[in-house]
């Protein structure tokens, strides 16, 4: 039709029509501009570039990050999001590195800000988070609503950020919604262009992150504020540095999935961003079907000041979660904190993932949620921390030198009940393989425990209650306790001399002691109260002493060595132990006990005795 010196535009509608075996339109660029481009006036919505990558605003609520429309960073991204429908969609990343968290400051909060009747306001120069000081908002039992206090400050564009990031602390708990942070071009605030309702107000000082939503009016703000939009009584509120920020990327609708090309797409949070990268939900609202997948999230963890996360799902209780959702194939790395932090949230997700490098735990999966296939390297705490109800499957764990405590586990359930902790592998782990701390009713079956430094599985009653009725079976576990010789066991009862380890069944396990450092105990109870477990059918060769029981109750059958160095049945109690070792039982006429020496009877106990 045209050539790149000069195009023809149709000044009609043209229809192409055809009904052939043969291709209906051909486009041949053979140059090196665009093969295709549809544009909606002068903003390209699609193009087919140079070598086939597709560039799209939005086609069928998917919308394509395409670096112009939609800028290739945190802010861009949150754009993305903010412009799905309310029925959700997809955003699609293509690949390259997207900058997560740039900010600029609004308010520093060093100086006082005007209070309105009823309201003293003041600056607070030792209860702060950043700078000289935090605004203290001291408000009236005789405020009702309106605008608390507001500060007039220098002009600032804040239409190219996506979110407002600010440091709050009450003297009491109010809901979402109560206060709203307003931005105005007013000196007064008294006709804002953004009222944010703020999430419930801790306590405690926390950074709160707040979506914008359509920045393009906010090219002139010159007064920040807070606000009561509902009578929240005599309180006292402190803010600080509050900013306008290029992240996190927030997700608060349901239905929208998130998505990269793998890890090409790469998020990287900024230096002193301190954000988490990724969060999904507000603590007080439910969201449901939300995907993250095929991303790379780098949290620059040596250039934050705080503790951030790669991914956050942030619920505040059963009924303000995030659920049903799920994180797929994301490599994050290098986080000052947890990794991936699910809290509040249920029946989700997380497979196939790689976290590595994090200053934190790798998996916080709390109560009814599941992780499956997921590759977990170098973490400061716990590998995967498993709540009630966990489906753990199909992971692997290790961890060398980066954890080194008795009290962290690779895969570690803290006071869960119910778990299925199932065919796992954790290797070289600097804490305990696998780590019940209390709870009840979990199974741990099929998985591969290797050189865990101190237990390879541990049982053990704490504060938080007992650990009973839960079933170890069928795991293999091969050199513990290589943070020091002869201290630690493959699997190890215990207890804090208040709640201890009783009625589980330890069967059918394999351990093998083959290092330079070997565990003290194949299997053990730690006290005579750690009792009434059942021990059976476990083969057991290498530690110190194999088996050493405690409990009067606990039964011990058919467990065995292949050590030509000890023997085939190796049975030990305690010093204080008050039940019999071992009770052989006839009930018909043939003898209780033969011994031989090759074929030389040695010993016998016929029958009648």
Known sequence: IGSSESPIYLEEITFISASSSTSTLTVTQSGTGDIVEFKDSTTTVFAIQDGGNIIASEINNIIYVDGTKYPADGAGIQKAINDLGPSGGKVILPQGTYNIGATSTIDTCDSAWTGSANVTSTTDTSDKEEGAASVKLEIDDAFATGTIAYHTISSIDISEYSNIKYWIKTSSSKNYGVFQLILDDTSDCSSPL????????????????????????LTNITCVGIKAVSDPGAITIRIDDIKASKGPILIQKSNVTLQGVGETTKLYLLDEANIPVIQAGTGSHQYQRITISDLQIDGNKDNQSVSTMGIYFKGWSSAVGVDDSKIERVYVHDTKGVGIYINYSYRNI?????????????????????AIG???????????????????????????????????????????DYASIVNNTINDFGGNGIYLWCGTHTTVSGNAVYKAHYHGIYIEGHNGGDADYNTIISNTIRNSSQEADNTY????????????????????????????????????????????????NNIISGPYTDISIQGPHTTISGNKTSDSTQPLYNIETASTATSTALTVTQSGTGDIVNLYDGSYKVFQVADGG
Do not use: M
């Open 194 to 217: 953004k009222e944010i309702d703020l999430p419930e107000t801790p306590t405690s000082w926390q950074n709160h992150y707040l979506n914008l939503g359509d920045t393009s009016g």
């Open 350 to 370: 997380v497979s196939h993932c790689r976290i590595e490098d994090v200053s934190s735990t790798g998996l916080y999966l709390p109560s009814y949620n599941t």
């Open 374 to 416: 997921n590759f977990i390297k170098n973490v400061g705490r716990y590998g995967i921390l498993v709540g009630d109800y966990c489906r753990v499957e199909g992971n692997y764990v290790t961890a060398p030198s980066s954890v080194n405590t008795s009290y962290a586990g690779g895969i570690h359930c803290h006071s869960c």
């Open 489 to 536: 066991s493959d699997i190890y009862l215990g207890d804090n001399g208040v709640h201890y380890a009783t009625h589980n069944i330890i069967s059918g396990n394999t351990i093998y002691a083959s290092a330079s450092n070997k565990s003290k105990y194949g299997i053990a109870e730690k006290s005579s109260s750690d009792d009434y477990n059942i021990i059976t």
